[in-house]
């Protein structure tokens, strides 16, 4: 999400006369900030909640994801439309955008850490499917 911020930001330092590249660097940048966020949550999910449950909580974070994302463009249309279509008025609502994002970068710090499961069922010194032959403890 901290890529996704940066890339927003690099639209708000944009001057009016900016190149498209310099926009196409930074949409891509956001684009990179989202791709890599966007996987993970999903398996975390997997692994977070029981395998009965997976097709209801899919359901809840796609639900949420589409509730997230129409609500993030309503904000930003609100903001650029109430002001006008001048180049400072996109740069607030890249700019709040922006902000939304870093929020979000700072409240996956609170989201719990990986299940790590153990590949031998829980036993100790077996040998672990990676590393056939290798007799260790876990």
Avoid: W
């Amino acid at each position: 999400m901290l890529l996704t911020a940066g890339g927003l930001v690099a639209y708000v330092a944009a001057p009016a006369e900016a190149p498209l590249a310099v926009l196409a660097a930074a949409t891509a940048l956001s684009g990179l900030g989202l791709g890599l966020t966007i996987a993970p949550t999903m398996g975390s999910l997997y692994e977070a909640v029981p395998a009965a449950s997976v097709a209801r909580a899919s359901s809840a974070l796609m639900l949420l994801n589409q509730l997230g994302g129409v609500s993030g463009i309503a904000l930003a249309a609100g903001l650029v439309q109430g002001r006008g279509t001048q180049h400072g008025d996109f740069a607030t609502a890249f700019g709040c955008v922006a902000l939304i994002a870093v929020v979000a970068a700072a409240s996956a710090l609170a989201l719990p850490g990986r299940v790590r499961r153990r590949c031998d069922g829980g036993r100790r010194g077996t040998r672990t499917p990676d590393r056939p032959g290798v007799n260790r403890k876990l």
